[in-house]
């Protein structure tokens, strides 16, 4: 094998020692001699040297990962960091959560604190399309982007499919004989609001239906869509049934519909992620089921393959949302 194509996972299972145990000893720290001794001995039969970046770790940088996020309240992102932290902490890695409220000043300066703190990497949710990694890639840091990707940098991405998950929410609807199918989504600046949008476009397309006037962008939490769906209610010819971008609008959503004297099973609604919390609407409910934790699992996995010596190009990674709908009872 090529030094430079090699992992630390192979390491570790040539030495049938933990990756945390490689990562120690990459990292300078007290292992045993006999465990020092099978991780060397592995690294040397695989032709394994850690990278200008895994050098540096051990000299210089601290066994820290940055996750940066949108919003720690949003059970998504939660379960994301619950991913991250299984992830980095079976591989030695500690993870300090940070949460930017979709701010792009907050994001970075946590991307200064990272810096700073010499943290060995930086896994993060872009706050928007804007979102500047730049320092991290000049400085060599490992940076990658999870559930919203940055188009114009060659760094790791994770997100699901979120195009694909739009058309299935809003041929559901279809399916079941709504004809005015609305969309309300995220900020126009942030690609999952966008493509998801575009997934619920398509199927109106494929239907002759809905139209850019059923459509309403919000922020992504619950008061963004209790007043787009308000909006959308008072139209001289209202939807019957909508595609909810995410699920802390959803619950936005819903509360508009109650105060409307409608449910979920007279008007038809779609919601990306499950609902934050209980809601007396939430029956009737389809869900889109989002793979958060996986999310957060892959993206580690990219990020300490970058820590420990991978020097590949940017790779992608593009999980799937679930095609067959969950209705909530």
């Keep these: 094998m090529a030094g430079s194509k090699v992992t630390i996972y192979q390491v570790a299972a040539r030495a049938g020692v933990s990756a945390a145990t490689v990562s120690r000893v990459l990292n300078g720290a007290r292992v045993s001699a006999e465990s020092e001794r099978l991780v060397c001995a592995a690294a040397a039969e695989l032709d394994f040297t850690p990278n200008r970046t895994a050098r540096r770790l051990r000299g210089r940088y601290s066994a820290v990962i940055a996750l940066i996020i949108p919003d720690v309240e949003n059970p998504f992102f939660t379960a994301l960091a619950r991913g991250v932290e299984n992830r980095g902490r079976a591989a030695g890695f500690s993870v300090v959560l940070c949460n930017t409220d979709d701010d792009p000043a907050r994001e970075a300066t946590y991307i200064d604190i990272a810096l700073a703190e010499h943290m060995a990497g930086v896994i993060l949710a872009p706050a928007d399309g804007a979102s500047d990694v730049s320092r991290l890639v000049a400085r060599e840091c490992p940076v990658v982007a999870v559930d919203r990707s940055l188009n114009r940098l060659d760094i790791d991405t994770v997100t699901v499919d979120n195009r694909a998950g739009g058309l299935w929410a809003a041929e559901s609807l279809f399916a079941d004989g709504f004809s005015r199918v609305a969309c ?12 998801r949008m575009e997934g619920w476009r398509q199927a109106g397309e494929r239907h002759g239906a809905g139209g850019d006037g059923l459509l309403r962008y919000a922020d992504y939490r619950v008061d963004g869509g ?62 889109v089921d989002l793979p958060a934790r996986e999310l957060g699992e892959a993206a580690a996995s990219l990020l300490l393959d970058r820590i420990t010596g991978d020097d590949g190009p940017a790779r992608t990674v593009v999980l799937r949302t679930d095609p067959t709908l969950k209705e909530k009872q």
């Design 184 to 195: 309300i989504t995220g900020p126009s600046s942030v690609e999952t609001a966008q493509l």
């Design 226 to 287: 209790r007043a787009a769906m308000t909006d959308l209610l008072a139209l001289r010819e209202p939807p019957d049934a909508a595609v909810v971008a995410n699920n802390l609008m959803a619950a936005g959503a819903l509360d508009a519909l109650h105060d409307a004297g409608l449910t979920p099973h007279g008007f038809g609604l779609a919601v990306f992620g499950d609902l934050p919390f209980a809601s007396f609407a939430r029956q009737g409910v389809r869900v």
